[in-house]
């Protein structure tokens, strides 16, 4: 079974400054993709980013790239120039590549602090 | 287009009842998955449905169940309940469930308390 790690229960950061939050995961797919998802607190849970596996060029959506390394299975989430906006859980997913899953599996999540 | 709806937001019941929540996908939309959100067990996949067939199913006892209609709209039923179910239930819906990737469109969710 797949399973997602994110070690960093709660993460802050200076408004306008950088912050990276980990991930790591273990399977044993080669076809598969990953994403990372942001909660508010007002719970709507909506994407941020998504890589797919057999992509070597590394996602960026505006201020969120990743760091993914395949090999390490590591799939962290760079937020740039980090606004009060961006304070929210994060978590980290993984989805099967093969078949007709739809099934996420999620990370634990990482709650981001950005302060003035 | 309107976004993932469910219903109702909040819902408290007592040991031993049950509960059914509802989820509209957005329209269009064929496949719908629910989740469950924990303090403890984080998120966790309950089932999928699609074209009004269960697909995929995760870890959980028999008192959840779910079906999805012929519009897509999908209900999930927890029987007796117990105090661990807990939670907030998450929809999400997808245009399509599939070997072809789709972005999974997430509901405001239904907090459920068990008392």
């Known amino acids: 079974a797949q399973t997602v790690t994110q070690s960093q229960p709660e993460m802050s950061v200076q408004e306008a400054e950088t912050v990276t939050l980990s991930c790591t995961y273990d399977?044993?797919?080669?076809?598969?993709?990953l994403f990372w998802y942001k909660q508010p607190p007002s719970r709507q849970m909506i994407l941020v980013i998504r890589?797919?596996?057999?992509?070597?060029q590394n996602a960026t959506e505006n201020r969120f790239s990743v760091n993914f390394q395949k090999a390490a299975k590591s799939f962290s989430l760079k937020i740039s120039d980090s606004q009060l906006g961006d304070a929210a859980m994060y978590f980290c997913?993984?989805?099967?590549?093969?078949?007709?899953?739809?099934?996420?599996?999620f990370g634990t999540g990482t709650r981001l602090q950005v302060t003035l | 287009k309107a976004g993932v709806t469910q219903t109702p937001r909040y819902l408290i019941k007592t040991r031993g009842q049950q509960v059914t929540l509802s989820c509209s996908p957005i329209?269009?939309?064929?496949?719908v998955s629910w989740y469950q959100q924990t303090p403890g067990q984080g998120l966790q996949f309950l089932f999928e449905?699609?074209?009004?067939?269960?697909?995929n199913k995760g870890n959980f006892p028999g008192r959840f169940s779910g079906r999805q209609f012929s519009n897509s709209r999908s209900e999930m039923n927890v029987s007796t309940l117990e105090l661990g179910d807990s939670a907030l239930y998450l929809c999400?819906?997808?245009?399509?469930?599939?070997?072809?990737?789709?972005?999974?469109?997430f509901g405001p969710g239904t907090r459920l308390t068990v008392l």
């Open positions: 449905y699609f074209s009004e067939t269960q697909r």
């Open positions: 399977t044993s797919e080669s076809d598969y993709y």
């Open positions: 329209s269009g939309h064929r496949s």
């Open positions: 890589q797919e596996a057999y992509k070597q």
């Open positions: 997913a993984y989805r099967s590549g093969s078949g007709t899953a739809s099934k996420l599996t």
């Open positions: 999400a819906s997808s245009p399509e469930g599939g070997a072809v990737y789709n972005e999974q469109f």
